[in-house]
């Protein structure tokens, strides 16, 4: 078993130790753990339309390098987290202000429910800098997509629903470049939900499992527009009846391949 330490103390940046294993009382191997001091990132968030302070908006850092992975994975997402670098995470206060320490320049990325979500690279920052380097970050009213995904005719609880954001690329006639969005699990009625999208063309994708013991299956996708902060439902699946497939294995040859699963 191997265990991970995090160190925390005010005025400097985290440190972490990994991979670290038990040992003996008396014979342990000792640390140690040099903490540099940070400079303060500070902020503040607000509604975009009315100027009032947000609290309790998520607020994650980490190194530029990694910073795509960070925009979509899920707060409490630690596995992730942990392969990160320089990650820091916190919340807005009552007044939507936040503070966090940086050694160099870290990208963050703010979410909250009805709230589209905001990206910010270190270059980007200056244009929502304040006296003395404090940012005034406003965010927009979000989009809402929901729907039920559906297996058999009937709503599906506890299965993945992944969504992925469609941009065009520069050269015509290749498809869509597809960002992912995360992913929900379904609720018990089947349904699944997200409040902190931006307007934009998604696609939604499911997997329909057609054979349990192997685990495999059919994904089911469906494109959808969003446009503006309004709510969008789309169902996914409830239009399939029934689904079958035949076909041929073959190898490099073009042999058929017997016994093969």
Do not use: M
């Not at 190194?63 to 990160?84: C, K, M, N, Q, V």
């Not at 919340?91 to 909250?112: C, I, K, S």
């Amino acid at each position: 078993v191997k265990y991970g330490i995090l160190i925390e103390a005010e005025g400097y940046l985290p440190g972490e130790l990994s991979d670290l294993s038990p040992q003996p009382a008396g014979s342990a191997v000792e640390h140690e753990v040099a903490l540099a001091q940070g400079k303060p990132l500070e902020g503040v968030v607000v509604d975009a339309a009315t100027g009032s302070p947000l609290a309790k908006v998520k607020v994650a850092a980490c190194a530029p390098e990694t910073a795509r992975d960070l925009a979509w994975i899920e707060w409490d997402d630690h596995e992730t987290l942990r392969r990160l670098k320089r990650v820091q995470k916190t919340r807005t206060d009552a007044n939507g202000a936040f503070r966090l320490l940086e050694e160099a320049p870290l990208a963050l990325f703010l979410r909250a429910s009805g709230y589209q979500r905001l990206a910010l690279r270190p270059e980007e920052r200056a244009r929502f800098a304040g006296p003395g380097g404090r940012l005034f970050l406003p965010l927009e009213a979000a989009a809402v997509l929901r729907g039920v995904l559906y297996h058999d005719g009937k709503p599906r609880a506890g299965a993945w629903v992944g969504l992925h954001l469609l941009t065009l690329t520069a050269s015509p006639g290749r498809p869509a470049r597809r960002e992912f969005q995360g992913s929900v699990t379904t609720d018990e009625k089947g349904e699944f939900r997200w409040d902190d999208l931006r307007p934009g063309t998604y696609l939604l994708e499911a997997l329909r499992i057609t054979d349990a013991t192997a685990n495999t299956g059919v994904r089911l996708r469906r494109r959808v527009e969003l446009k503006g902060s309004v709510e969008e439902t789309v169902d996914i699946g409830d239009n399939l009846g029934d689904t079958s497939f035949r076909g041929r294995l073959l190898d490099r040859r073009g042999e058929p391949l017997l016994s093969a699963s």
